[in-house]
């Protein structure tokens, strides 16, 4: 259960980062089903400051594939939900996050990788180029 309910992403990482016994938190989107381990530790690779580090992909900024570090995180979402400022780009550009390009850090990018599931059509698609087209088969 969220520490503040209802604020969308932004309260669940806050509550993540405030139960986290770690330093890091890691963020995993469950609607990118394609989403290699390799783009974790590229991001990991350039935690080494108290920015978060974030994921862009060749769609752009990737919110929700990052790395936060507890502190000063969760000072600053705390203060940005009281203060109802929901947005998890905001929050990012506010505490100076690292970008990281994953296509140039990749040897073998491969876009389908942040293909989005978030309906049933969706998926069908995604089901269809795994059967038919092989687009989309990891070695």
């Keep these: 259960r969220d520490i503040y309910p209802d604020c969308g992403p932004l309260g669940g990482l806050y509550t993540a980062l405030y139960y986290s016994p770690r330093p890091l938190v890691a963020i995993l989107p469950c609607d990118m089903p394609l989403l290699e381990p390799q783009v974790y530790r590229i991001l990991l690779e350039n935690a080494f400051s108290d920015r978060p580090v974030v994921a862009v992909s060749h769609l752009g900024l990737e919110p929700l594939v990052s790395v936060w570090p507890v502190e000063?995180?969760?000072?600053?979402?705390?203060?940005?939900?009281?203060?109802?400022?929901?947005?998890?780009?905001?929050?990012?550009?506010?505490?100076?996050?690292?970008?990281?390009?994953?296509?140039?850090?990749?040897?073998?990018?491969?876009?389908?990788?942040?293909?989005?599931?978030?309906?049933?059509?969706?998926?069908?698609?995604?089901?269809f180029n795994l059967k038919d087209k092989n687009d989309f088969r990891r070695p």
Aim: aromatic fraction near 8%; charge should be positive; glycine fraction near 0%.
């Design 72 to 127: 000063p995180s969760l000072s600053v979402i705390d203060k940005n939900l009281k203060n109802q400022k929901y947005s998890f780009r905001e929050t990012i550009e506010e505490l100076k996050a690292v970008k990281i390009n994953i296509q140039a850090a990749m040897a073998e990018y491969r876009p389908e990788m942040f293909i989005n599931i978030n309906y049933r059509d969706d998926l069908r698609k995604l089901e």
